[in-house]
């Protein structure tokens, strides 16, 4: 081996072995933005209060985050979970998909500064070259993928109309999860409950549910018709 194969190898070899502090490092990072966050808001967030709380330099906060739009974005993106089609197959069908959303989207709507960000976000994801574009994209078409193969399952377990469009259906009601976030943001928090309660109808008229509990009952010897 030559001497400059050698170096090549243990360049090589240097650059593999940064990786796991840098990852960590990152995960640090976006770990303190959220508690930044939560505590006082996205207001709060400024790349020497990140720097503070880690003890990580300025230099590396910023060569990690570019801008405080790239930490805001890759706290969020750290924190999301999002369920995506295999996790379901792995899972399976919750016991009553429309209230396991509720109190899905009721946990959500319960972190009143992760919501504002959330929105926050949104507002910038309408310029194509900001980091909230790529992410919420990205993250939109997961939840349209996760929703249309639940779709697919409540009608094959006779919860949603056979009639349906599994794909449109989850637009809609991705649409819907995302409107109702904002309702709620730009309110004071005291209709949650009510704002929870209106996704659940919406859910269910989207789905066609009501009908589909009708036929199940018409069509039950037990109830008599």
Known sequence: MTSQQSRSQSSHRAKRGNYAPSLARKE??????????DASGYDAVTIGQVSKATGIPQSSVLYHFPTRDHLLVGAMESAAQAITADELDKHGLPADPIIW???????????????LLEVYLRGLASQPDNPAHGYL??????????????CKQLQDAHQMHAGL????????????????????????GSNDERICDDLVTGIRCLTCRGWQEFLAYANNPASGR
Do not use: C, K
């Open 101 to 115: 959303a509720r109190d899905m989207f009721r946990a959500v709507l319960g972190n009143r500064n992760r919501l």
């Open 137 to 150: 994209l990205r993250r939109g078409r997961e939840a349209v993928d996760w929703w249309t193969q639940l």
């Open 165 to 188: 469009d599994p794909h449109t259906t989850a637009v809609q009601i991705v649409s819907l999860i995302s409107g109702l976030m904002e309702v709620s943001a730009y309110s004071d």
């Open 28 to 37: 640090a990072i976006s770990a303190a933005v959220l508690d930044i966050v």
